[in-house]
């Protein structure tokens, strides 16, 4: 089953559940360069310069989470990816997913920029940069 959380709701369930795992999806420089929660684990679902599927993504995960029935969150910039990938993981027999809605920089606001109507750095949540 696939969870939709805020990512308040998503903080949370870190803090209350120590079997739970945060999957950051997005790519190597957005992780660099934007920033990301502390403990996250980076597998990217998609790569640069080619945004093709990561084809080891499936295996990084059941790396990272080994138990299909803990629960695993999966944050992107916005959360169209991070759901995407739920539905990989879902396919595979994880039990316990959770998207983070609007992800880590939220939506689009008028301007055509990110983190000023919501997400994860948006409800300031714990993050860091590298």
């Excluded at 089953?1 to 945060?22: G, K």
């Excluded at 999806?25 to 684990?41: H, K, L, W």
């Excluded at 310069?49 to 790396?63: C, G, L, R």
């Excluded at 998207?99 to 994860?120: A, K, V, Y």
Aim: hydrophobic share 40%.
């Amino acid at each position: 089953m696939i969870e939709n959380l805020q990512p308040q709701q998503a903080w949370e369930l870190l803090q209350h559940d120590p079997e739970a795992v945060l999957i950051d999806v997005r790519t190597s420089m957005e992780r660099q360069f934007v920033g990301y929660p502390p403990g996250s684990i980076h597998v990217p679902w998609k790569e640069m310069p080619d945004w093709q599927i990561n084809t080891s993504f499936i295996a990084h995960v059941q790396q990272a989470a080994p138990q299909p029935d803990a629960p695993v969150l999966l944050l992107c910039r916005s959360g169209q990816r991070s759901l995407d990938a739920a539905k990989a993981l879902e396919a595979v027999g994880y039990r316990l997913l959770v998207n983070i809605i609007d992800g880590f920089e939220g939506p689009l606001d008028h301007h055509s920029q990110r983190g000023n109507l919501g997400g994860w750095r948006f409800q300031n949540l714990p993050w860091q940069q590298s």
